[in-house]
Nanobody
Framework: QVQLVESGGGLVQAGGSLRLSCVAS????????MAWFRQAPGKERDIVAA????????YYADSVKGRFTISRDNAKNTVYLQMNSLKPEDTAVYYC????????????????????WGQGTQVTVSS
């Protein structure tokens, strides 16, 4: 089993930046595809960004494309989400997720495909 812990959330003004981190323990991330999801109050949990096991493929929701960047550092067992040009509509709890897979190049976009989840970190963007 792998444990995931998110950090880096907080309160930021519109136009600002935050960098979220997801640190894994118990297992190496080298055999996992990873993703960030977010959920605002009263809303569904939606995909934000995903990255393949190899790191060679990424996916971004249209709402964050060009502003957010997902990356991974397997040596540090960490996945990052760099968030720039933040908007009030980005306000949500952000969750890190891991899916074990033998496919090195595929990204996974549905929450039901993921095996492990972090506890979430709050991001609040003020106008």
């Amino acid at each position: 089993q792998v444990q995931l812990v998110e950090s880096g959330g907080g309160l930021v003004q519109a136009g600002g930046s935050l960098r979220l981190s997801c640190v894994a323990s118990g297992r190496t991330l080298s055999n996992y595809a990873m993703a960030w999801f977010r959920q605002a109050p009263g809303k569904e949990r939606d995909i934000v960004a995903a990255i393949s096991r190899s790191g060679g493929s990424t996916y971004y929701a249209d709402s964050v494309k060009g502003r957010f960047t997902i990356s991974r550092d397997n040596a540090k067992n960490t996945v990052y989400l760099q968030m720039n040009s933040l908007k009030p509509e980005d306000t949500a709890v952000y969750y890190c997720a891991a899916k074990i897979t033998y496919n090195s190049g595929r990204t996974y976009l549905t929450q039901y495909e993921y095996d492990y989840w972090g506890q979430g970190t709050q991001v609040t963007v003020s106008s």
